[in-house]
């Protein structure tokens, strides 16, 4: 016991210096701050909704439909992410390793890694279901149960982690530990997509059309009556029997859960780990043959890194047909000429080059990056090859955007012009930022496609992101919206961006040659 409460101890000193040692904000802040930003937004979007409901005079059983499966949405989402988080934290976690070494039992480990990882559980429920429920409440007068509402919160959690873990502990039993998470990426990719589709193109057709809007509440069906995420909606009834039954349910089934994983725990974590010790990854076929130049080298090289990571491809490919999307979604709200949305379709789609691609190239190399300092070719070479490799297969992949983005708005060939040099400058300038932050804050150590670059990286990703959309969207309005340019006068959009982009990559260079690589 006296060990349990030294381990608890310091792992509380060192959780609480990742938020805030030395007095100063630290990286562990991050998490925070998202969570905090998906709790405006989804609060605001609930206390619409909720309010929409009640000044169209819906009854009270449409909003307890509405909680019902904003429950089940956080569930959901917790229980795709929970796989994931167990599955890296039982196979990739140094500090597990760590703590295997000292004497705890499977128990002790389990417990102290479920406290590890719980800023990446606890974010849907903070962050969607907290709001939801504090929204209801706030607009049908309802009040909370002193006990009611951390109840169905836990419920929440504790579920999907107690049936997550179980899951993952048995899978990985049966599967190599590489193969399951690339299962569950791909998973994660898909769901993914289908929210992002949901809420950049239903839901604002849905608020603006009050008839759609009471129509779609009247058809929606009641959450499945067996469902945990049900029984904590139930948990926030005001009617005290219904209430009470409900948390009775909730306190059962989070102890069933709970309880489930610990056996599972105890029974095969030890196979496990000495199982997923002996297949660190997925193994490329190589080739014997010498090539004839060094950049060829570095395609093949490129191509063998995306047969092994191929999850990885998915996700970023889903992003970019993702973001190419996204200038749709605003038509409803403010139509545009065709040639501006064409143009800003491929400037979201080259932007995206460079935060999903380019971002990722460098940290999908793992600690074989070193080499990059070690071996003859040099950092500066080493980058200009691997941009090559980059801007091969997105230079094909503006192009066929091009060619069927104005095909398919029936633009002639001027505006094909006018579009393909819009974003070639882009993609240019993209992808030599996005080479620039995976070589100053990619994670060699990764086990999250999503999360390559680190916690910083991807905020300063996601930064850069939006500076380039938004400079390049100013221009594609500024510049004759009306009517396409010709190529001598785009030509100087060119130059620069390729200039920007010759900086960008020297830069990008002396920081990878500086760089200090650490293993474990």
Excluded: K
């Amino acid at each position: 016991m006296s060990r349990t409460r030294a381990l608890a101890r310091t792992g509380w000193t060192l959780a609480r210096r990742t938020l805030w040692h030395e007095g100063r904000p630290q990286r562990g802040l991050l998490p925070a701050a998202l969570t905090l930003i998906m709790f405006s937004a989804f609060g605001a979007t609930f206390s619409t909704l909720f309010r929409s409901l009640a000044d169209a005079g819906a009854p009270p059983v449409w909003a307890a439909r509405l909680l019902g499966w904003a429950f089940t949405l956080a569930f959901v989402m917790l229980t795709l992410g929970d796989l994931h988080v167990v599955v890296a934290s039982l196979v990739d976690s140094p500090q597990l390793d760590r703590l295997r070494l000292a004497p705890l039992g499977t128990l002790q480990l389990l417990a102290i890694e479920t406290l590890r990882t719980l800023p990446r559980t606890l974010p849907p429920v903070l962050g969607i279901a907290l709001p939801a429920a504090l929204a209801h409440a706030h607009v049908y007068g309802t009040s909370v149960a002193t006990f009611a509402l951390p109840l169905a919160l836990l419920t929440l959690w504790a579920v999907p982690l107690g049936l997550g873990t179980a899951l993952a502990l048995v899978l990985l039993r049966l599967s190599p530990a590489a193969r399951l998470r690339e299962a569950i990426a791909a998973l994660a990719t898909f769901a993914f997509i289908a929210g992002w589709l949901v809420n950049a193109f239903w839901l604002p057709r849905l608020a603006s059309d009050s008839a759609s809007f009471t129509g779609w509440f009247r058809a929606l069906p009641e959450p499945p009556a067996w469902s945990p995420a049900t029984w904590a909606a139930v948990v926030l009834d005001p009617d005290a029997r219904m209430r009470l039954a409900a948390m009775l349910q909730c306190a059962l089934v989070s102890l069933a859960a709970l309880a489930a994983a610990a056996y599972a725990a105890t029974r095969v974590l030890a196979t496990v780990q000495s199982r997923a010790a002996g297949t660190p990854g997925r193994l490329t076929t190589g080739t014997s043959r010498r090539a004839s130049t060094l950049l060829l080298a570095f395609l093949r090289r490129d191509r063998a890194l995306v047969l092994r990571d191929w999850p990885v491809l998915l996700d970023a490919l889903a992003s970019v047909s993702l973001w190419t999307l996204l200038p749709l979604a605003v038509l409803p709200v403010a139509p545009l000429p065709r040639l501006e949305i064409a143009r800003e379709m491929l400037i979201a789609l080259s932007v995206s080059l460079g935060n999903d691609l380019a971002a990722r190239a460098l940290p999908l190399e793992r600690t074989s990056l070193a080499w990059a300092r070690l071996s003859p070719v040099g950092g500066a070479r080493w980058l200009r090859h691997r941009a090559a490799g980059l801007a091969l297969p997105g230079g094909v992949v503006v192009l066929a955007a091009t060619a069927l983005t104005t095909r398919a708005l029936g633009l002639p060939l001027a505006a094909f012009a006018d579009v393909l040099m819009f974003a070639t400058a882009a993609a240019a300038s993209a992808m030599a930022s996005g080479l620039l932050i995976g070589a100053m804050l990619g994670d060699v150590a990764w086990t999250d496609p999503r999360a390559m670059l680190g916690a910083g990286g991807r905020s300063a990703a996601a930064g850069v992101l939006l500076a380039q959309a938004a400079l390049w969207v100013a221009l594609a309005h500024r510049w004759s919206p009306g009517e396409p340019l010709s190529v001598v006068a785009l030509a100087p959009v060119l130059i620069l961006a390729l200039l920007h982009s010759a900086i960008v990559l020297a830069v990008g260079a002396r920081v990878l040659e500086r760089r200090e690589f650490t293993h474990g």
